[in-house]
């Protein structure tokens, strides 16, 4: 009896003990814009999974996805007030920033396993150098949402294919520029109002990463799919720095942990959504082809004549692009 008096008792010590830490959690909040089941919400899941895994408790992540915190201008706001502490974002930053822009860099990356390799060494490093001084955050990892490739209505052969063709770009400088070089009428409008358009013939095609080609289904209204992969798109989790910067040591190695591992969780879906992508634009009637060497050439050129805007803004841009071919 005096035996399982003790027992009973060592049960309400840990279950009061559990109670206790339970009650004493630091919450962490994470918004982001992407819906459930893409690639930065899952990323932002498995982060919150492996802090609290890594912390023991200390830490729990509640998550905020497909912009329930505002758009995306309004939560890295917040995160930079501290009203929030995380975030998930891609090149918005470069408005605090100029470099940050330099995540998307037209024609930069041949492949995921060398975007991979510059993103988890110098390249990233150089990017960043200054950027939570000037912006109040830090950049805690670097993954992939997915290759940029064209959407159209005609076949895509070659740059000449593309000339005066209206295409949906992104209202980002860097994205108009890269369509002008590439000879292309770009039409910046918000993604939500692409099918309409094209619809109503106001454009020809666009481009956008395969999940979202998918997601839409715009190969039912654009059934040329052209794997030209022109811009790896890459966001990034942050942290606001102050509150990152009063961290004791061992949770800064947590976050750190659990924010490279989050990221190497995102880049190993992305081959196998990319190919899952792939069969359901084929089963859905898409026309998928590869552009030819001189068609990837002469995109390539023009790629590098768009990267003349970060001569102008990001004074190491040399040092980051020449990182970047290291890598490859």
Known sequence: MKRLSIVLLALAVLSFGLATAARSAVTI????????????????????????KLSAGKYEVKVFPNSQLGKENAYI????????QMCATGTQTSALFPAMAML???????????????????????????????????????FPLGFRHFYSKKVLKSMDDLKGLKMRVPNIPLYVNFAKECGISGQ?????????????????????????????????????????GHILVIHSLYINEEFYSKLPDQDKAWFNQAAKESAD????????????????????GGKISEPSPEFRSAMLEAGKRSWSLFY??????????DSAAEYK
């Open 104 to 142: 998307e860099t037209p024609m930069l990356f041949s492949n995921l396993d060398h975007a991979r390799r510059a993103m988890n060494g110098k390249t990233f490093e150089l990017i960043n150098k200054g950027f939570p001084e000037k912006s109040g955050l830090r950049t805690l990892n670097a």
């Open 188 to 228: 910046p409008m918000p993604f939500a109002e692409v099918p309409a358009a094209l619809d109503q013939g106001v454009i020809d095609g666009g481009d956008s990463p395969l999940a979202d080609i998918t997601a839409l289904k715009m190969y039912e209204i654009t059934p040329n799919i052209t794997l030209s």
């Open 312 to 321: 102008k803004t990001v004074p190491n841009a040399k040092e980051i692009l």
């Open 29 to 52: 909040q994470i918004a982001g814009m992407k819906p459930e089941g893409e690639p930065e919400t899952l990323g932002m899941y498995k982060f919150g999974e492996l802090l609290t």
């Open 265 to 284: 969780y995102v880049w190993d879906l992305m081959g196998d959504l990319e190919k899952n992508a792939v069969k359901t634009i084929n089963a859905g």
């Open 77 to 84: 706001a917040s995160t930079r007030r501290g009203t929030i």
